[in-house]
C-alpha cells in the first residue's frame, strides 16, 4: 500500500514564525501536490512537483513556498507565517505512468493554527 | 479547466442507492471524470475514475452521458459509514481541481 505520511498532525505556530511542514511517500512516485482545505472551499492546490527540483504553482501559491530535494519529500514552507493561513494541510502523490494515473495518494493532514 | 457543479449536501438512509451528479457544461476533450471521497479528519481517496459511458468497481458506479456535460457518482446500497464529502474533478493528467464537493449523510 502506498503511504503518504506528514511531519504532524497539529501545529500551532505564532504570526511571522516560518514554518515547515513535511511530506514523505514511499512509493517512488514522481509527483507531488500541496493543498489546503478550509469549510465550504473544498481542496485548493498550492503547489505541485513533476519531479525532483522541479516545481509548478498551483492556485494560491501566494505566501508558500515548496522544496523537492529528494523524490520521496516534499516541504511546503510559510515563509512568514499569519493567521489566515490557520488551514488544514494535506499532501498528495501520483505515479502518473501508473495505469489510475489519476489518482492521488493522500496524506493524513496537518492542521495548523497561527495565533 | 472544465469547472464542476455539485449540490452542497445529501441526505440518504441505510440500504438506499445513492446518485450524486456532477455537471461539466465546458468539459474538454482531454479530459476525464474522477471521483474522491473524503471522510472526516482524513485525506481524500480515489473511487473511481471514467471518460464516457460506464464504469463500475467493487465501490461505486459512473455513468456519463454521450454529451460527457455531466456525471453520477451510483452508490449501491449505502450504510452509515459512507457518511462522508465526495468530490467530482474533471480535467486531463496535470489540471485537475478539488471543488467543494457533497456532503453526504446517511441516517439509519
Known amino acids: 500500500d502506498v503511504k503518504v505520511t506528514q511531519s504532524s498532525r497539529y501545529l500551532v505556530k505564532r504570526t511571522g514564525e516560518k514554518v515547515f511542514l513535511e511530506c514523505v511517500q514511499d512509493?517512488?512516485?514522481?509527483?507531488m501536490f500541496w493543498y489546503r482545505q478550509d469549510p465550504g472551499l473544498g481542496l485548493r492546490l498550492i503547489y505541485f512537483?513533476?519531479?525532483?527540483?522541479?516545481?509548478e504553482k498551483g492556485d494560491i501559491p501566494e505566501g508558500y513556498s515548496v522544496s523537492r530535494e529528494k523524490k520521496e519529500r516534499f516541504s511546503l514552507i510559510l515563509e512568514s507565517a499569519s493567521t489566515n493561513q490557520t488551514s488544514m494541510y494535506l499532501c498528495?502523490?501520483?505515479?502518473?505512468?501508473?495505469?489510475?494515473?489519476?489518482?492521488?495518494?493522500f496524506g493524513p493532514g496537518t492542521r495548523l493554527t497561527v495565533t | 479547466l472544465a469547472k464542476t457543479t455539485q449540490p452542497i449536501s445529501m441526505d440518504s438512509y441505510e440500504g438506499q442507492e445513492v446518485n450524486i451528479t456532477c455537471s461539466h457544461n465546458?468539459?474538454?476533450?482531454?479530459?476525464?471524470i474522477t471521483w474522491y471521497q473524503q471522510f472526516p479528519s482524513q485525506g481524500p481517496r480515489f473511487i473511481i475514475q471514467?471518460?464516457?459511458t460506464k464504469v463500475t468497481n467493487e465501490v461505486a458506479s459512473l455513468f456519463i452521458p454521450a454529451d460527457r456535460k455531466s456525471s453520477t457518482l451510483s452508490l449501491p446500497r449505502v450504510s452509515l459509514s459512507d457518511t462522508a464529502v465526495y468530490y467530482c474533478?474533471?480535467?486531463?493528467?496535470?489540471?485537475?481541481?478539488f471543488g467543494a464537493g457533497t456532503r453526504l449523510t446517511v441516517k439509519p
Open positions: 512509493m517512488d512516485h514522481e509527483n
Open positions: 471514467g471518460y464516457k
Open positions: 512537483s513533476y519531479d525532483v527540483k522541479m516545481k
Open positions: 498528495a502523490s501520483r505515479s502518473p505512468g501508473h495505469l489510475s494515473s489519476y489518482e492521488q495518494y
Open positions: 474533478l474533471v480535467g486531463d493528467i496535470n489540471d485537475m481541481r
Open positions: 465546458n468539459i474538454a476533450t482531454n479530459d476525464y
